[in-house]
C-alpha cells in the first residue's frame, strides 16, 4: 500500500545514481557530498558484510538476513533485489521524510533496483554513470581487487549486462579517470535543468 502525499514548492526531485559496479559511483557521491552539495543522500539496507573503512550508516546499513526480511514484511522499503547473492533495499522512511521536507533527495541504486523505482515513481529522475567503455569496466573491477576469481567474473559479466541497459535511464554520464569533479559538474547541472521543468510533483510511496 503506497501513501500518496502532493511535493510543492521548492520541488525536490527523487534522484537515482545507478549504473555498473566498477563505473565510480560511490566516488561520485562521496564528492557531492564532501563539496557541500544541498541534497539528501539516503543509505541502502544490505545483507552483505561490512568491507574494511566501511562505516554502518555511511556507506550502509549494514543488517542481518532476518531484520531484513523483517524491513519487507513491513513494508519499509521502496525497493529491494538480491545482488551478488546479498540484498539491498532504500528504506522509505529516510525518503518520505527528505521529500517533505523540501529537499532533493539522492540514492545510488544498481540497475535493476533503478528500473523498479522507476515503475513505482514515474517520475524519479535516473542518471546512469558509466566509463569509456566495457574494457575500461573490466580493468576497473580487476584494478579494485575486492573480490576472489569467481565473484569477480560474475560482477564482469552482470556489469557487461547492465551496460545494455542505458536506454531505460534520462541521462548517461560518462566518469572519466581523474575527472571526478567534471562528473559531479554534469550531474548538478542535469538536477538544476530539471528543476526549471518541474513546477509540481506527486509520489507516492
Known amino acids: 500500500m503506497h501513501t500518496p502525499f502532493e511535493i510543492h514548492k521548492p520541488n525536490p526531485l527523487l534522484i537515482v545514481i545507478?549504473?555498473?559496479?566498477?563505473?565510480?559511483?560511490?566516488?561520485?557521491?562521496?564528492?557531492?557530498?564532501?563539496?557541500?552539495?544541498?541534497?539528501?543522500?539516503?543509505?541502502?539496507?544490505?545483507?552483505?558484510?561490512?568491507?574494511?573503512?566501511?562505516?554502518?550508516?555511511?556507506?550502509?546499513?549494514?543488517?542481518?538476513?532476518?531484520?531484513?526480511?523483517?524491513?519487507?514484511?513491513?513494508?519499509?522499503?521502496?525497493?529491494?533485489?538480491?545482488?551478488?547473492?546479498?540484498?539491498?533495499?532504500?528504506p522509505k522512511s529516510e525518503v518520505r521524510q527528505a521529500l517533505e521536507s523540501g529537499k532533493d533527495v539522492v540514492m545510488r541504486i544498481d540497475v535493476q533496483g533503478a528500473e523498479s523505482v522507476h515503475k513505482l515513481v514515474p517520475e524519479a529522475l535516473l542518471i546512469f554513470i558509466t566509463c569509456e567503455g566495457e574494457d575500461?569496466?573490466?580493468?576497473?573491477?580487476?584494478?579494485?581487487?575486492?573480490?576472489?576469481?569467481?565473484?569477480?567474473?560474475?560482477?564482469?559479466a552482470t556489469a557487461r549486462k547492465e551496460l545494455q541497459r542505458i536506454e531505460a535511464f534520462d541521462y548517461v554520464i560518462v566518469n572519466q579517470d581523474f575527472h571526478l569533479d567534471d562528473t559531479v559538474d554534469k550531474v548538478r547541472a542535469i538536477i538544476d535543468t530539471e528543476h526549471l521543468r518541474v513546477k509540481q510533483r506527486k509520489v507516492e510511496l
Request: aromatic share 10%; net charge positive; charged share 35%.
Open 18 to 90: 545507478s549504473g555498473p559496479s566498477g563505473v565510480g559511483k560511490d566516488s561520485v557521491l562521496q564528492r557531492m557530498k564532501e563539496r557541500g552539495l544541498p541534497f539528501h543522500f539516503v543509505v541502502t539496507a544490505t545483507t552483505r558484510p561490512k568491507r574494511e573503512n566501511e562505516m554502518d550508516g555511511k556507506d550502509y546499513w549494514f543488517v542481518t538476513k532476518d531484520r531484513f526480511a523483517e524491513m519487507i514484511e513491513k513494508n519499509e522499503l521502496i525497493e529491494y533485489a538480491i545482488v551478488y547473492g546479498d540484498y539491498k533495499g532504500i
Open 136 to 156: 575500461e569496466l573490466e580493468r576497473r573491477l580487476r584494478v579494485r581487487r575486492t573480490e576472489t576469481d569467481d565473484s569477480l567474473s560474475l560482477r564482469i
